[in-house]
C-alpha cells in the first residue's frame, strides 16, 4: 500500500492496519500516517468552512459543512446509477436542500411536515439505494442541518449562491472520480424497484415517514433544534432490527457521555478556548472508527453552538432530551411498522 492509497483510508481500515504491523518501526509508520490524515482532514475542513463563512457569510458556514461533506463522501461513494445521472441527481438534491428546508421554517408544522416527507422521499428514494451505502447520513443529514441554521433576506439570498457553487463542485468532483465506473442501474428504474416485500424498500419508507414525523412532534411542541431529533432519528434507523438496538444505545449512551464531557471542558477550560471546543470535537471524531465515539464528539460542536443561543445548563438538557426523544420515536415507529409489514403479509400467504 503506497502513501496516498493510506491516507484514503477511513478510521477503521487506518486502524486496521496499526493492528496488523508485523514490527514496531512499522507500526509508528502507520501511526504517523494516521495523525498526518487527521491533521490533514481537519485543517482542510477549517479552512473550507471559513473560506465559505467568509465569501458567503457567517450565516452561511452551515452550507460550507454541507458542501465539505458531500466532497469528503463523494469522491469515494456513489449512488450505484448511472454516473451522469448520478451527477445530474446530486445537483437535484441540492436544490432540494436549498429550497425545501427553507419553506418548511415559513410553514406551520403541518405543511412542514408535507415539504420534508416530499422532500425526505426524493433523497432517500434516489440517493439511498444501496442502504450499506449510508448515503442518509450524508444527504438526510445535510437537509436537516440546514433546516436546523435556516437564514432570511440577504443571507438566504448568499445561501442560494453558495449551494449552487457546493453544487457544482460536489457534481464535478463526483463525475470526475466515478465517470469510469458503469452501473446497469438508471433512475427510471428507482421508483419500479420500490416494494414493501424487500427489506430495502421498508428501511426507506422508515426513513421517510419517522424522520418528518419526529421533526412535526418537536415543531408542534415547541421544542427548540427540531433538527437534533431528527438527526437522531435518522442515524437510528437501519435496515435491521438487531442492528438498530445497538445504534439506539450507542446514540443515547454517546450523547449522555458527550454531554458530560463537554460540561467539564466548559468548566474547567479557560474561556478563550470555548470558540475551540467545536474543533477538539471534530478531531476526536476523526479518530473515532465506532458510532458511540462519534455521537461523543459531535455533540460538542452542537453544544458549543446551543450554549450561546439557551446558556449551557439548558443546551444540555435540550441535546439529552431531543436525541433520546429522537432515537426512542424511531425505534417505537420501526418495531410497530414492522409488524404491521409482517402482519400484512401473514395475512397475504393465508387468502392465498
Known sequence: MTFYQELQLNQAGSKKVIRESETTQEKWRHILIYLLKIA??????????????????AGNSIVGVVVLLHLL??????????????????ALFFGIMTVAPHLANLANPFVGLLIHAAAISILILF????????????LVLSYLLLYGYDVSGTEYLSRLAGMAVGALLVCAVFYKNHRHQTYDLRAQ?????????HMRSKWQLCQILCVPLVLFLSELFG???????????????????????????GRILGNIAGVLCFFVLYTYLPSAIYAYIGVIGGIGVGFSAKYGWQAVFNTFGALAIASQLYGVPAAMGLRVFQNVFGVLFALGFCLIFHW?????????????
Not at 481537519?42 to 465559505?52: A, D, N, Q, R, S
Not at 404491521?340 to 392465498?352: L, P, Y
Request: glycine share 6%; aromatic share 10%.
Open 340 to 352: 404491521v409489514m409482517q402482519r400484512g403479509e401473514k395475512t397475504q400467504v393465508t387468502a392465498s
Open 40 to 57: 490533514i482532514t481537519v485543517g482542510f475542513c477549517f479552512v473550507f468552512v471559513t473560506l465559505y463563512s467568509l465569501i458567503f457569510g
Open 73 to 90: 463522501v463523494f469522491k469515494n461513494a456513489d449512488l450505484r446509477i448511472d454516473a451522469k445521472q448520478s451527477a445530474g441527481l446530486l
Open 223 to 249: 421544542l427548540p433544534r427540531a433538527m437534533w431529533a431528527g438527526i437522531a432519528a435518522m442515524s437510528a434507523i437501519l435496515p435491521v432490527m438487531d442492528d438498530m438496538h445497538a445504534r439506539v444505545r
Open 127 to 138: 440517493g439511498c439505494h444501496e442502504p450499506r451505502m449510508f448515503n442518509q447520513s450524508t
Open 189 to 197: 428504474d428507482i421508483l419500479p424497484a420500490f416494494t414493501l416485500t
